[in-house]
């Protein structure tokens, strides 16, 4: 009998991981890491284990999820996606001055200037692109942790380039209070699944600390016809405008 783990978007064999926490963020918030000097440590949030050496940010398998996608997927189907994230993130880490609970991030000043292939893209497609990053980032999460969520949608969703009709995304700022009081390095939060009253799953998609400013991003996956909130997007949404949100626990 095979055990051959198969890709979860296209059904061959998985050979590659994707990063739990790109490696792009991970240098942005250690920019003078040093493994001889200036080492890198994981702690996994809750773990009594003694913290691990990363060594490598781009090899290390205790940043990766466990082997879900194959080769192809993993990077020419899904490069754009993350490209378009890589342009987002550095975007939100340099903002200033920081947006308060409320406050917006338009679109097109997110993505002014970026190109594909020499080519200018449309602000709507940049954002779908970050959402199709995420739904990569979700699925290999579902697999990771056995969840009860149907993958295939999201699949589908991916090698269609074409939003998933149930997932959200969201930005929240950290505090200041809460940062200061806190050690917020880049860490998975993946797995924070919290079923609330309304019936959505919330899927709290990671935090990083940029330098002296910390961004909560939130996927939520909806069960039913209901919206998560106020504060999340989806690509379908008139505007781009992103509406700013607040740490504190779940939005």
Same mark, same amino acid.
Request: glycine letters at 6%; one cysteine or more; a positive charge.
């Given at each position: 009998? =095979?055990?051959?783990? +198969? #890709?979860?978007? #296209?059904?061959?064999?998985?050979?590659?991981?994707?990063?739990?926490? @790109?490696?792009?963020?991970? &240098?942005?918030?250690?920019?003078?890491?040093?493994?001889?000097?200036?080492?890198?440590?994981?702690?996994?949030?809750?773990?009594?284990? +003694?913290?691990?050496?990363?060594? =490598?940010?781009?090899?290390?398998? /205790?940043?990766?999820?466990?082997?879900?996608?194959?080769?192809? #997927?993993?990077?020419?189907?899904?490069?754009?996606?993350?490209?378009?994230?890589?342009?987002?993130?550095? !975007?939100? &880490?340099?903002?200033?001055?920081?947006?308060?609970?409320?406050?917006?991030?338009?679109?097109?000043?997110?993505? &002014?200037?970026?190109? +594909?292939? @020499?080519?200018?893209?449309?602000?709507?497609? %940049?954002?779908?692109?970050? /959402?199709?990053?995420?739904?990569?980032?979700?699925? #290999?999460?579902?697999? *990771?942790?056995?969840?009860?969520?149907?993958?295939? *949608?999201?699949?589908?969703?991916?090698?269609?380039?074409?939003?998933?009709?149930?997932?959200?995304?969201?930005?929240?700022?950290?505090?200041?209070?809460? &940062?200061?009081?806190?050690?917020?390095?880049?860490?998975?939060?993946?797995? *924070? !699944?919290?079923? @609330?009253?309304? $019936? /959505?799953?919330?899927?709290?998609? $990671?935090? %990083?600390?940029?330098?002296?400013?910390?961004?909560?991003?939130?996927?939520?996956?909806?069960? $039913?016809?209901?919206?998560?909130?106020?504060?999340?997007? /989806?690509?379908?949404?008139?505007?781009?405008?992103?509406?700013? $949100?607040?740490?504190?626990?779940?939005?």
């Amino acid at each position: 009998m =095979s055990t051959d783990i +198969k #890709c979860w978007i #296209c059904g061959k064999t998985a050979d590659s991981a994707e990063h739990q926490i @790109k490696a792009t963020d991970m &240098r942005a918030a250690f920019p003078n890491v040093d493994q001889q000097n200036n080492p890198l440590y994981l702690q996994k949030f809750g773990s009594l284990k +003694k913290p691990m050496l990363v060594g =490598s940010i781009k090899r290390n398998d /205790h940043l990766k999820y466990s082997k879900s996608l194959c080769t192809t #997927c993993n990077t020419t189907l899904t490069q754009d996606h993350d490209l378009c994230y890589e342009w987002f993130s550095k !975007y939100l &880490r340099n903002i200033s001055p920081i947006p308060k609970k409320g406050g917006t991030v338009r679109g097109n000043r997110i993505f &002014r200037g970026y190109t +594909k292939r @020499k080519i200018q893209i449309t602000t709507r497609d %940049c954002l779908l692109a970050v /959402h199709l990053f995420f739904l990569k980032q979700l699925g #290999c999460n579902i697999i *990771e942790n056995s969840y009860n969520i149907n993958v295939s *949608e999201l699949a589908n969703a991916i090698k269609k380039s074409i939003a998933h009709p149930n997932v959200f995304l969201s930005i929240n700022y950290v505090p200041t209070v809460i &940062r200061q009081n806190a050690l917020l390095a880049p860490s998975s939060a993946f797995g *924070e !699944y919290q079923r @609330k009253k309304l $019936g /959505h799953l919330h899927y709290n998609a $990671g935090r %990083c600390n940029f330098g002296t400013l910390d961004v909560l991003i939130n996927i939520a996956y909806v069960e $039913g016809a209901i919206r998560p909130g106020q504060y999340f997007w /989806h690509p379908s949404d008139y505007s781009t405008k992103l509406v700013c $949100g607040e740490h504190s626990g779940m939005t």
